[in-house]
Every structure is written in structure tokens, then in C-alpha cells.
């Protein structure tokens, strides 16, 4: 049997279908921001990502502020409370705000408007990520390795300590009993 193999270099490139438009800055913008909210730092850096100079970044992302499109302090505070209904502690939130380009300023007073919103606390919180792990929790034989998984579940959330022994007092009864290493939470 004779193999022939085909060179792929000498294939002719396959055109699109579809003609490559240029879009103007402003329309990338829409379409970046059409996906989902994005924060004034996001929005430039991937304007930017789109070979588009800094400056040219700058003046989009001023001039849909100017349209409304982009909205630090709002999407702040969406992001907030998106996080904080899937379950998610303050710590983490925080964070994941911060990485994604949101002022202290604005994710502070996201937090502060949340809180006054919903009136609910972050052991209130807690307490519902420990609802749900219930079964999970309930799997472990040993209450002292039931409460340190527990715990271990809020540290990854993003929970801080105090609110973590709060809401484990809830839903185990008194918590005095336990010996937990202090790296189960990173410090701010």
C-alpha cells in the first residue's frame, strides 16, 4: 500500500466567510460590555488587549462613562450582591473585586450599601454555606473533624474568623472545644 502525503503548505489558506469588519473603539466597547459589566480598568486594559493605544483606551472608556455604559459604584455593588447570594465571605469578595480593577472606595461602599439593603449579616451568610454542606458535613463520624471541614469550607470562601465561629456556634452548638491552627484564615 502507497501512502501519499499532502503538504498542508501548499493548501490555499481558507478565506473566511465572514469579512473582517473594523470597529471603531466605541463599538468594541459596546461589544466587551454587552458580555458583561466590566470596570473602567478592565474596559481599557481590553481595549487595549485589542491593539488599541492607551490613550485611545482612556477616551473610550471616558466617553461610555459619559453614556452611562460603565458604572464603577453599580457594578460594584452587582458584583456584591451576586457573590454574596452564591454564598461567597467578604474576604474573597473583596478580593476578587479588587483583582478585576474596582477602587477600595467603591467596593467599601458596595459593601456598605449591601449591607444596609439586605440586613443581613456575614454570619447569616456563614450560616446558610453550612446549610447546604449539611449532608457533606454529616458524612464525618467525628464532630471535632465535622467542625475543622466545617470551618475549613468557610475559610475557602473567604469568611473571616469571627464570622466563621459565629455561625459554627450556630449551627454545632458552642464551638469554645476547638483547636484550629490560625492559617485556616489568612489575616487581612
Known amino acids: 500500500m502507497i501512502r501519499i502525503r499532502f503538504a498542508m503548505n501548499d493548501a490555499e489558506p481558507k478565506k473566511s466567510k465572514r469579512a473582517k469588519v473594523k470597529r471603531s473603539p466605541l463599538e468594541l466597547a459596546a461589544m466587551m460590555l454587552s458580555v458583561r459589566p466590566l470596570s473602567r480598568t478592565e474596559l481599557k486594559k481590553k481595549l487595549h488587549d485589542k491593539e488599541l493605544t492607551w490613550e485611545v483606551a482612556e477616551q473610550t472608556v471616558l466617553e461610555c462613562e459619559r453614556l452611562g455604559f460603565v458604572n464603577d459604584p453599580e457594578t460594584a455593588e452587582s458584583y456584591v450582591r451576586s457573590m454574596r447570594n452564591r454564598g461567597d465571605g467578604s474576604r474573597k469578595i473583596r478580593m476578587k473585586l479588587r483583582l478585576r480593577g474596582f477602587k477600595k472606595d467603591d467596593v467599601e461602599n458596595a459593601f456598605q450599601r449591601d449591607e444596609e439593603a439586605s440586613e443581613r449579616s456575614e454570619t447569616e451568610v456563614a450560616l446558610n454555606v453550612l446549610k447546604r454542606k449539611r449532608l457533606t458535613l454529616e458524612r464525618e463520624d467525628n464532630i471535632l473533624k465535622r467542625k475543622n471541614k466545617a470551618l475549613r469550607v468557610l475559610a475557602s470562601k473567604g ?18 472545644k476547638l483547636e484550629l491552627e490560625d492559617e485556616d484564615f489568612p489575616q487581612e
Open 159 to 176: 469568611f473571616p474568623a469571627d464570622a466563621a465561629y459565629k455561625a459554627l456556634d450556630l449551627f454545632f452548638g458552642r464551638a469554645d
